[in-house]
C-alpha cells in the first residue's frame, strides 16, 4: 500500500475544518461497545493505536485525526486486518469532542493521549493548539473517575502547555511529583517518540488521573 502524502501543518480554524463531526453510532463501530475506550486524540497514521489494539484486545480504541487523508489509509489497513475493537475518525476535535462523545456508554472512556500535536511555535497562533481549556473541561465531563491522561511532546513549552491546562481543572491530578516523567507508561511508543529518543533528545511527558469526586 502506497504512503499517503499530507500537509504536515493544518489550520484547525480554516473554514473547512469548522463543521462539527456527528455522534458517533460505538454500537455500530465496535464488536463490543462497553469495552473500556482508549482516544488517542491526533493519531496521524494511527499506528501507535494500530499496535496497542492488537496488545490489549479487551480495549476498544479511537483515533481522531484532522488530515483526512491519514484517517482513510488508517481505516484500510484496520479493516485488512479484521481488528474490530480499532477506529479511526476524521475530524476537528476543538469543535467535535462534545458531538461524538455525547453517545458514549457510561464510564467506557477510560484513557487519553494526546502525543506530540503540532506545537504552532507562534504567539498568534496558539489558539490552533490542540489543548485549550474547553478541550479539557469536555474530557473531564466524559473520562470516567480514575481514568488517565497521558500528555507527551519534544517541545518543552508545548508540553508545559498542556501539563498547566489540566493542572488548572480541579477535576484532574497530576501522577507524581517529578517534573516530567522519564519513562513512558504505555506499552507502545510511537513513531515520533522513537525518532526523537534516537536523536538522544529528551521528551517531557505527564500523566493526569480523573478525580473520584467532583469538584
Known amino acids: 500500500m502506497a504512503i ?3 500537509r504536515q501543518h493544518v489550520n484547525p480554524l480554516a473554514r473547512k475544518y469548522q463543521t462539527p463531526a456527528n455522534a458517533l453510532e460505538f454500537e455500530k463501530v465496535y464488536t463490543q461497545p462497553h469495552q473500556p475506550l482508549h482516544l488517542d486524540i491526533g493519531c496521524a497514521r494511527g499506528r501507535f493505536l494500530l499496535k496497542m489494539s492488537q496488545i490489549e484486545t479487551n480495549w476498544n480504541f479511537l483515533g481522531l485525526e484532522i488530515r483526512e487523508p491519514l484517517v482513510v489509509e488508517a481505516n484500510h489497513l484496520r479493516s485488512q486486518l479484521g481488528l474490530t475493537n480499532l477506529y479511526y475518525l476524521f475530524c476537528n476535535v476543538n469543535n467535535s469532542l462534545q458531538s461524538l462523545l455525547s453517545s458514549l456508554p457510561t464510564g467506557t472512556l477510560q484513557r487519553v493521549t494526546i502525543q506530540f500535536p503540532d506545537p504552532w511555535f507562534k504567539t498568534r497562533h496558539a489558539k490552533r493548539r490542540i489543548v485549550q481549556q474547553q478541550l479539557v473541561a469536555e474530557l473531564a465531563g466524559y473520562l470516567a473517575p480514575g481514568g488517565i491522561v497521558f500528555l507527551q511532546s519534544d517541545i518543552e513549552f508545548v508540553a508545559a502547555e498542556m501539563r498547566d491546562r489540566f493542572a488548572e481543572n480541579l477535576a484532574f491530578e497530576r501522577v507524581g511529583t517529578e517534573e516530567w516523567l522519564t ?16 536523536k538522544g533528545e529528551p521528551v517531557y511527558r505527564a500523566v493526569f488521573v480523573k478525580k473520584n469526586t467532583a469538584p
Not at 183 to 198: C, G, K, Y
Open 4 to 6: 499517503v502524502r499530507v
Open 183 to 198: 519513562e513512558n507508561p504505555l506499552p507502545v511508543a510511537t513513531e515520533r517518540e522513537i525518532a526523537t529518543q534516537h
